[in-house]
Nanobody, 116 residues
Framework: EVQLVESGGGLVQPGGSLRLSCAASGFTFSTTTMSWVRQAPGKGREWIAAIYSDFREYYANSVKGRFTISRDNAKNTVYLQMDNLKPEDTAVYYC??????????WGQGIQVTVSS
């Protein structure tokens, strides 16, 4: 059974940083593309970043230059380093697996709130 467990969310002031972690189990992590997706209040889900098994990284324009996705295959963990956070980054952030460019498993999500 695929399990994805996010951690590291919380409240941060504008301009601050947070690092999200996602511990994965139940599948071969090292060969799986991993993504982060977020859902802001009252909006649909937005894909924001992906990292492939060969460590190629891709980002949505909304977070490019501020967020960094990374992975540690020894720990079966994917990370999202979020810098220069803005109030519009407030959302529930989900870790997800991808196959053929399609999200196929989701974590339970974690709240990130950017507010002064």
């Amino acid at each position: 059974e695929v399990q994805l467990v996010e951690s590291g969310g919380g409240l941060v002031q504008p301009g601050g940083s947070l690092r999200l972690s996602c511990a994965a189990s139940g599948f071969t992590f090292s060969t799986t593309t991993m993504s982060w997706v977020r859902q802001a209040p009252g909006k649909g889900r937005e894909w924001i970043a992906a990292i492939y098994s060969d460590f190629r990284e891709y980002y949505a324009n909304s977070v490019k230059g501020r967020f960094t996705i990374s992975r540690d295959n020894a720990k079966n963990t994917v990370y999202l380093q979020m810098d220069n956070l803005k109030p519009e980054d407030t959302a529930v952030y989900y870790c997800a697996t991808m196959e053929g460019g399609i999200i196929d498993s989701w974590g339970q999500g974690i709240q990130v709130t950017v507010s002064s």
